[in-house]
Each structure stands twice: as structure tokens, then as C-alpha cells.
């Protein structure tokens, strides 16, 4: 088998606040979190990661959260050179960090360009205060512009900003304001998803009053892609945007069914070898991660997936490529036959939600584009 692109993902788990609609393993920070403690548990992680790397070269790195933005940049570059110490880092390697506006100035963006990132991420969401209150942000609309300004002044000049959509009483034009705000700053990349009732939320156990219609969600989809796509952004996969072809490497290595290490209180891992596809996870709880690390073995348990597991958790992450994917990356990427996908694909063929070329390229169709997660459905294959 093929050994596909190998990436990084580094989490640091704490927020100055929860957001009701966040379903990511974050914790509120207190007044004091154990950083260092929680660097040094990073730093054992990564020492540990090596053997899994086995040599490989790793080509990007994303450090998540959680708000990375809390650690200061001193803090920052001592995980990059651990990164470096430990591993085969690719010169040049994208490496991005994500900032909310509203912890951004806890340490200058340009001591965190300086400590070694390269892409920042912006958590905007929306450019609406009111919309920004509901969803539980610190922010102001104030706060994105200052933070994206200082951003450009500390020598980034690849940005995403993060926006949502589908927002309690929004409407098309109040969501078309949001993008028109954020493109005004000139980002090279937009991030523009839509808000979903995670389990385990806030606003999944209290939903809130007026979220928009099924009908009214897709008009602003609609419309959002339009004046995106009129704007010189170019929409590579289901949420992303970029101009200038700058497209977040790391998110296509995800997409792509690529491998990537997992570093980080819950992180998750994707590994390939000659004998099959394992994925792993480390504990999701910021304290028994770090007394896991502390221990001489972190017990961490491997997984191998099947061949049913491989089809779904592909397609799962490939259709939401907006130029689909060709049968030669899924031979690449899964070592299945091709004649597998055939088989699985036989009952979305038929209802019309993906098409194939004379080529052998794989495409979702309009309608299977639009109820997305109903095609990636049909590849959940049922096991005996």
C-alpha cells in the first residue's frame, strides 16, 4: 500500500468560556491552567509520537483547541521545536495556530509568526453583536477587524476566518452582511459552515428561538456561495473558500483520507501500514491525559479498521470535496478493490446522488450535494 500525506494535530483543550454550541473538547480555563504542565505532557506526546511517525515527513501542522491563542507565543515555540526535535517536519511546512479575536492579544501575532506559524485561523463567526452574544462569544465585531489588522501586521499573510451561518433569526441579508465583512478584510481564506445541534451542547439540550427553516438555510447557502464565488473565492470543499489557491493543506490531507498523528488531551489519530489502517485516540479529560503522559507507557490502543470501516469513513470525508475524488486515490488510500466502491456506490447511483465519468472520477450530483449527509449515509454498510 501507498503511504498517503502524514500531518500533525497538536490540541490544547482550554477557552476563557464554554460556547453553547460548541461540541469540541474544550474546558473552561480558570484563572490558572496547568500550561506548563500541560506542555511538558505535549512534549512527552510527541517523544512518543516519533515511533508512530517511523521517519515519515510530516507536512502540516494544526495546533486546535480548545483556544490555542491563550498559550503566549514563548509557550507556542517551545511545542514547534518539540515538534522539530521529535519529528521529520517538511521545510516550509504549513503550520497553522487558531485565535479567537477575543485572546488573539494575549501574546503579538508576531511573536507567534516568529515562533514558527505560518497560517492563522480566526474564529469570527459572525460580524452581528447581537448574533456574537447568542452564541456566547467575548467578541465584538470591533474585535475581529483589530485582530485580523494585527494579524497582517505581525507578517501573516495567509489567514482563514471562521464564519457561521444559520444563526438564531438570521436572514439572507444579515448572513450575506456577515460574508461582505469578512471578504472586506481581504482574508485568504473563508471558512463558512453552517450551525448544527451538536449532542452534548447547550443549544442541543435548549435549543434556540427562531433558527432559520430548512428552505430559508438553503437560500442562504445559495446566495452565500454566489457572492463568494463572484468575490474570487473558490470553494474546494463543502465549507472552505480560498483565493489564490490558498487552501488549507492540513484540512485537505483530512479530506483526502490521509494519515495524521494526534497529539493533545483527546486527540485523534489515522495511521497506514503494511498491515492495515488503525486509528487511535488519547484521553479526552486534560488531567488523565497528563498523568498518561506522565507514565512511562500512555496505553494508548490501536484500532484497525475493515474494509467496511474504510469505505465509509473514505467517502465519509471525500464527498465533501467539491471536485470529487478519482478511483486511483481510493485504491491509494484504502488498498480495497476497486470493484468495492462500485458495489457500495450501486444504491446512491441509482438515486441519482453521485455520478461517475468516463475517467473514473466520483462526484457527488446536485441533489446529493445539497443532502450531503443522506449520500454519505449510503455507505454505511451493515455488518454481519
Not at 76 to 91: S, T, Y
Not at 180 to 204: C, I, K, R
Amino acid at each position: 500500500m501507498i503511504l498517503p500525506p502524514l500531518s500533525l494535530y497538536m490540541h490544547l483543550p482550554w477557552c476563557v468560556r464554554k460556547c453553547p454550541y460548541c461540541d469540541f473538547n474544550s474546558h473552561t480555563a480558570g484563572a490558572a491552567p496547568p500550561k506548563e504542565r500541560y506542555i511538558e505532557a505535549l512534549l512527552s506526546d510527541l517523544a512518543k509520537e516519533s515511533v508512530n511517525a517511523d521517519g515519515r515527513v510530516v507536512e502540516t501542522v494544526f495546533l486546535g483547541g480548545g483556544t490555542p491563542s491563550l498559550f503566549s507565543p514563548r509557550e507556542i515555540e517551545r511545542l514547534l521545536d518539540g515538534v522539530r526535535d521529535n519529528l521529520a517536519l517538511l521545510p516550509g511546512a504549513e503550520i497553522t495556530m487558531e485565535a479567537n479575536p477575543g485572546t488573539v492579544e494575549f501574546g503579538s501575532p508576531s511573536g507567534y509568526r516568529q515562533a514558527g506559524v505560518t497560517r492563522l485561523s480566526i474564529g469570527a463567526q459572525s460580524f452581528d453583536d447581537e448574533l456574537l452574544s447568542t452564541l456566547g462569544r467575548i467578541h465584538t465585531s470591533a474585535d475581529i477587524g483589530r485582530a485580523y489588522m494585527d494579524a497582517r501586521g505581525g507578517g501573516f499573510d495567509n489567514i482563514n476566518i471562521d464564519l457561521m451561518h444559520g444563526l438564531p433569526g438570521q436572514t439572507v441579508d444579515m448572513a450575506l452582511a456577515d460574508l461582505s465583512a469578512a471578504m472586506d478584510l481581504g482574508p485568504a481564506h473563508l471558512s463558512w459552515y453552517q450551525l448544527t445541534l451538536e449532542p452534548n451542547t447547550v443549544f442541543y439540550a435548549r435549543p434556540p428561538a427562531n433558527l432559520p427553516d430548512e428552505d430559508l438555510a438553503f437560500e442562504i447557502q445559495r446566495q452565500g456561495h454566489a457572492l463568494l464565488t463572484e468575490s474570487g473565492y473558490e470553494q474546494y470543499e463543502v465549507s472552505a473558500y480560498a483565493r489564490g489557491g490558498q487552501r488549507s493543506q492540513h484540512n485537505l490531507n483530512y479530506w483526502r483520507f490521509g494519515d495524521y498523528l494526534a497529539v493533545g488531551a483527546g486527540a485523534h489519530g489515522k495511521l497506514t501500514s503494511d498491515a492495515g489502517i488503525y486509528r487511535y485516540q488519547k484521553a479526552a479529560n486534560p488531567l488523565q491525559y497528563m498523568l498518561s503522559q506522565e507514565a512511562p507507557e500512555s496505553g494508548v490502543i490501536m484500532t484497525a479498521l475493515d474494509s467496511a470501516d474504510l469505505v465509509f469513513e473514505f467517502m465519509l470525508n471525500v464527498l465533501r470535496l467539491s471536485g470529487g475524488f478519482s478511483e486511483e486515490i481510493f485504491l491509494e488510500r484504502t488498498g480495497l478493490p476497486i470493484a468495492q466502491l462500485h458495489s457500495a456506490a450501486t444504491s446512491a447511483v441509482e438515486k441519482g446522488l453521485i455520478e461517475r465519468d468516463a475517467d473514473g472520477y466520483w462526484k457527488p450530483t446536485e441533489i446529493g450535494g445539497r443532502f450531503l449527509n443522506d449520500l454519505q449515509s449510503e455507505f454505511i454498510i451493515e455488518k454481519v
